[in-house]
């Protein structure tokens, strides 16, 4: 079982809202304000939206928001635009592993 | 505007060592507060952290998967950072990036390289 787990999978039309999840097996993501998440394009390199669980790095749109209940943390696109369609991961460091590990990525389609 | 660079050799044998290098340009690599990474990634799957670094080399955290075979050091009078990765397999062949990381706790790595493709074969 990975140490972070997110749906596979979401999808919505443009002007929509999507939520997408990710859990920790430990209980470091409710310990701990560690959560980031990134975008990715295929054949780019991933791009930090989130981090800290709800900061936004510079340039990132508000329409991306962070947010975490305890041991879940959410990533929410608002006003979904056709250029939102990407792979987004989220991430955290797991103190009882001493590893930085991502989750499995969850793949947004725009409708 | 912050930007990274990944160097080094697109194929490598079975049970050499990987050698990169990620040139920082646009900022200096004894930026306060910054720490610098490596991840890779192989097609269809997430990225695996590697290592972190500070420039001082004071701090540094290997992955323990890979602990045993790596070694991360800074050049900070070329502002550059590398990775040195022995005894690879065919397992280690990714897209490698570098990344600068926001502080030591937040784990978070904000700017990127574009990535090289490092493939382990004979």
């Known amino acids: 079982q990975s140490a972070l787990t997110q749906p596979p999978s979401v999808s919505g039309s443009p002007g929509q809202s999507v939520t997408i999840s990710c859990t920790g097996t430990s209980s470091d993501v409710r310990t701990y304000n560690r959560i980031s998440w990134y975008q990715q394009s295929p054949g780019t390199a991933p791009r930090l939206i989130i981090f800290a669980v709800s900061d936004r790095p510079s340039g990132v749109p508000d329409r991306f928001s962070g947010s975490k209940s305890g041991n879940t943390a959410s990533l929410t696109i608002s006003g979904l635009r056709a250029e939102d369609e990407a792979d987004y991961y989220c991430?955290?460091?797991?103190?009882?592993?001493?590893?930085?590990?991502f989750g499995g990525g969850t793949r947004l389609t725009v409708l | 505007q912050l930007q990274l660079q990944e160097s080094g050799p697109g194929l490598v044998n079975p049970s050499e060592t990987l050698s990169l290098t990620c040139t920082v340009s646009g900022g200096s690599i004894s930026d306060s507060g910054y720490f610098w990474g490596w991840i890779r990634q192989t097609p269809g799957t997430r990225p695996e952290w590697i290592g972190t670094?500070?420039?001082?080399?004071?701090?540094?955290y290997y992955n323990p998967s890979l602990k045993s075979r790596l070694t991360m050091s800074v050049d900070m009078s070329k502002n550059q950072f590398s990775l040195r990765l022995s005894s690879v397999t065919a397992a280690d062949t990714a897209v490698y990036s570098c990344?600068?990381?926001?502080?030591?706790?937040?784990?978070?790595?904000?700017?990127w390289g574009q990535g090289t493709t490092v493939t382990v074969s004979s």
């Open positions: 991430s955290s460091y797991i103190s009882s592993m001493s590893t930085l590990v």
């Open positions: 990344a600068r990381q926001l502080g030591a706790d937040r784990w978070a790595m904000d700017v």
């Open positions: 670094t500070h420039y001082t080399g004071g701090e540094t």
